[in-house]
């Protein structure tokens, strides 16, 4: 494409301006994990097509953004470290775990039922909640979160039994993630907690060392759960919300001027990004009913009951970490919402 040329030949961070106008566009160098080409399968592309030309067109092409993709750069940790750095101005496809090492306040973000659609998600995120969030997570880490991409809901399923409430859950074996904060949200619904390997989950599930496993739609089909798997609950209790990260020392040294056109770039290629994710995932769901699996939709007061059994217990534990007033805070922008 014109800006992918564009991108090739801005081989050197140079920003020299000569009578007004950019000579040598500034490099920003933009790394993820995901491949390219495929816009359904490579979402991260999408978001930095989007992001490129949008930056471009709004400075005069005063940047290049140089992207890394393929995690040519490295994995999701090192992409971390790199960032606060700064080696990398840009990462995408951080999450909350990820920053937690560096900024401890980050975890809210992992908070169960903290958000009953990913629009109110969006909304609290866009709004001064999710400005406060970045100016915090910016100071404990020399990380900016530019854009929070809240993507897919993790549900439960199960082989034994629908789940419509917690009162289901009630001595089923769940497997979890290795994430203490997980562990303490199956326990606080009822059920027990079983942390086992991703790799191991679909023998687990296929010769019932547990019942049931909790992980977004696409997640699921590619480990092929549905095949093990006879209920699915749409719950929503946690939200893969990756982020779009810039380095704090690199943002402030922008001009105000560019600093809104990143800001507004990055906005519009997380509008384009979750617009692909939200039709692939009802294509998802359609594809896990076609295996058999019954999808169960959760009633507000079901929905309710979850929030009520999970969301003290869990808040009590994650305060340790991130302090008591930003849960708060969160709790008060999704009632607004
Ligand atoms: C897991 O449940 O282990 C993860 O959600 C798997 C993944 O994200 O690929």
Known sequence: SYFRNMRLGAMTACALIIGGVAAHAETVRFAHVDGEGDLLANTYWTYTEVFSSSLAAQTGGKYEVQVFPNGQMGDLESLAEQNVRGSLQ??????????????????????????????????VLNGPFGQKLSDLVAEQSGVRILAYLP?????????????????????????????????????????????????????????GVVDGQENAPYTMLMANLQEVQKYYTLDHHLINMPLITVNEDYWKALPDE??????????????AMLGVIAAKESQ??????KAGVEIYQPTPEEFQQ????ARGPVAKIL???????IIDELTAAVAAA
């Open 90 to 123: 840009m990462v995408g496809g951080l999450n909350a775990g990820h920053l937690a090492a560096y900024a401890p306040v980050a975890s809210v973000l992992e908070l169960p039922y903290s958000f009953p659609s990913t629009a109110v998600a969006r909304e």
């Open 151 to 207: 993507s897919a809901f993790r549900n439960f399923s199960s082989s034994t039994k629908l789940i419509k409430s917690p009162a289901d859950m009630k001595g089923m074996k769940m497997r979890t993630q290795q994430v203490p904060i997980h562990v303490a949200m199956v326990e606080a619904l009822g059920a027990s907690p079983t942390p086992i390997a991703w790799a191991e989950l679909y023998s687990a599930l296929q010769t």
């Open 258 to 271: 560019d600093k809104r056109a990143f800001k507004a770039a990055a906005d519009e290629a997380a509008f």
């Open 306 to 309: 979850f929030v009520d059994a």
């Open 284 to 289: 998802d769901l359609a594809v896990i009913r």
């Open 319 to 325: 305060a340790e970490t991130t302090g008591q007033e």
